[in-house]
């Protein structure tokens, strides 16, 4: 009876669980979205696996199984059914986490329970009468209380952390990989009750200092055992900035150009100077493949939606399409007569755009390898490209300083954005296609009202090129990297720089994780970083990343830059612009030479 329930339920689809989260939304007036926290719970039952032996005790299978049901029912969350459901899992996990063995199943049963208690308090006030927000306030305490005495109280959790920072070695502490698992997963129930509404309330989330402690030391180390790990709560409420995630990624005998992260963040493609691209696993830091066959050095990367093939372009003027489980190189697409600098899939993956040096953009077809369209305009390379979510219109910019909008069923130019004083070397669209984001050889981000044309915003900071953007989901926070060495997150509504993350050297690109809690960039240091930021109120939950990568320096926390006076930081700055311009001319003078084109503007005192 239960699997024909849970049958029938999935059976109403997306839309009816879209009106059910839309009813109980307007009835916490709009400070709890339903549908976010059921994905965070079952993100959080994912971590359960089959076979583990808490689910021998019938109490964790009933609460587990109920949870479930409730999490993809179609009803609303506060129904009759879902009430006793909720009741049921809360009685069955508060059993459960007595009685199992292993700390990080007691761990795994607390989370359930506190996703139950949460519910109830909340919605039995809210059948009471009660003022929505101060039923989510109760309610948030609740979840607070009893992740603060039942996890940050543990014993053995607190055993754990004392050998981590340093302590005593006790029975738990013999056993590395499970100490460190129970550390990670307490890690993520904390950052579950951070998540829940009302945000305002964090103030009062239970903090354990040897906990956060040993955390970010593992963080540090890049730990392989925090694959499940959400730290970002922790940074936030620990006053910390952005923490470099363990080792970098080195393997790419060239500067990094480009990089993407794969829509499940389990994985990243990484392309460079070398000719070559490689595949990453975010868990164990490892090389999965390395994609030859382009005969200049790679410029630019998309991962299709699907996560099994990739687009490159390169400076030997042409795309490929790659399969990514076998390494392959499935077409070769050419048309270009000058370097592929940016690329983006759409459509479905069934179509591509091309910017290049040779001043244009191209539409591809992606199944036939045949070019639908060349776009026209610019005067000068077109650096940067992006499609709207729509799939129908498409932003550029250029080194004529210019950004273009162009309509991708007729090729033609809608708007020309003109606010830069040097080449547009990077742009995104906004999720809800009204904004977008560019960053310039002017040193500066700009934010655009695509309607109007207008600039909203000019963002300033960076002391060089900006050479990458990426705008975060939900288009309240930006990621920006520059050949000043530093990326630095942005708030899009006041334009502040929120955090400044030190580490490489000239930075060439950078993408976000889905959920906002990690950033990946590449550098003219030849490495790939991965950066733990700090939680955004509110942010869902989901499966953090780890990496590990044999034999290089550990990686320090970046919250707070080592001083430097201002002659020191002068003289650097210098130094590192001025390799990064001279690298830079390499590049258009060895095109230059081989092809003998007219070439782009370039640089006058390592500005574009």
Request: net charge negative; glycine share 8%; with cysteine.
């Amino acid at each position: 009876m239960a699997a024909l329930s849970a049958t029938i339920a999935e059976s109403g689809g997306a839309i009816a669980k879209r009106k059910a989260a839309r009813s109980v939304a307007a009835a916490f007036e709009g400070e709890y979205d339903e549908q976010v926290v059921k994905e965070m719970v079952l993100s959080q039952l994912d971590l359960i696996s089959d076979g583990i032996k808490a689910l021998r005790h019938k109490e964790f299978k009933a609460a587990q199984s109920e949870l479930t049901l409730w999490a993809n029912s179609a009803e609303p969350g506060n129904s009759t059914m879902n009430m006793h459901r909720l009741q049921a899992v809360y009685d069955d996990a508060r059993v459960a986490a007595a009685v199992v063995e292993k700390p990080i199943d007691r761990v795994r049963a607390v989370s359930m329970q506190i996703y139950a208690a949460y519910h109830l308090q909340a919605f039995v006030m809210l059948r009471e009468g009660r003022p929505s927000a101060e039923c989510l306030r109760s309610a948030k305490r609740e979840a607070q209380i009893i992740y603060e005495t039942m996890l940050l109280g543990d014993s053995e959790l607190i055993s754990a952390c004392d050998v981590e920072t340093g302590g005593f070695l006790k029975a738990l502490g013999r056993d590395k990989t499970s100490r460190r698992q129970l550390l990670a997963a307490v890690s993520s129930v904390g950052h579950a009750v951070w998540s829940l509404a009302p945000h305002s309330d964090n103030v009062n989330h239970p903090r354990l200092e040897k906990f956060e402690h040993a955390m970010l030391r593992l963080c540090e180390e890049g730990s392989a055992h925090l694959a499940k790990a959400e730290v970002g709560h922790l940074l936030e409420a620990a006053g910390h900035g952005p923490v470099a995630n363990g080792k970098p990624f080195k393997g790419h005998s060239g500067t990094v150009r480009c990089c993407a992260v794969f829509a499940g963040d389990s994985k990243a493609l990484s392309g460079s100077w070398d000719d070559s691209l490689k595949v990453w696993d975010l868990a164990s830091g490892q090389c999965l493949h390395t994609l030859t066959g382009h005969s200049g050095g790679v410029r630019c990367c998309a991962v299709f939606a699907g996560d099994s093939k990739a687009l490159s372009g390169s400076y030997d003027n042409s795309l490929k399409v790659w399969d990514l489980a076998s390494g392959q190189c499935l077409h070769t697409l050419t048309g270009h007569s000058s370097g592929v600098w940016c690329c983006a899939v759409f459509a479905g993956d069934s179509k591509a755009l091309s910017g290049s040096w040779d001043k244009s953009l191209k539409v591809w077809d992606l199944a036939s390898g045949q070019c639908l369209h060349t776009l026209t305009g610019h005067s000068h390379s077109v650096l940067c490209c992006a499609v709207f979510a729509g799939d129908s219109k498409a932003l550029s910019g250029s080194d004529d300083h210019s950004l273009k909008v162009w309509d991708l069923a007729s090729g033609q130019c809608l708007h020309t954005l003109t606010g830069h004083s040097g080449g547009v070397r990077c742009c995104a669209v906004f999720a809800g296609d009204s904004k977008a984001l560019s960053g310039s050889g002017d040193d500066s981000l700009k934010v655009w009202d695509l309607a109007s044309g207008q600039c909203l915003h000019t963002l300033t900071g960076h002391s060089n090129y900006v050479s990458c953007c990426a705008v975060f989901a939900g288009d309240s926070k930006a990621l920006s990297g520059s050949w000043d060495n530093s990326l630095k997150v942005w708030d899009l509504a006041s334009g502040q720089c929120l955090h400044t993350l030190t580490g490489h050297s000239s930075v060439w690109c950078c993408a976000v994780f889905a959920d906002g809690s990690m950033a990946l960039s590449g550098s003219n240091d030849k490495s790939l970083k991965v950066w733990h930021l700090p939680a955004a109120s509110g942010a869902c939950a989901s499966i953090d990343k780890s990496l590990l990568a044999e034999g290089q320096a550990k990686m320090p926390i970046c919250a707070v830059p080592a001083a430097e006076d201002d002659a020191a930081a002068k003289l650097r700055a210098e130094d590192d612009s001025g390799a990064a311009a001279e690298e830079l001319h390499e590049e258009r003078d060895e095109f230059e030479n081989e092809r003998g084109e007219d070439s782009p503007s370039r640089p006058q005192n390592s500005r574009s």
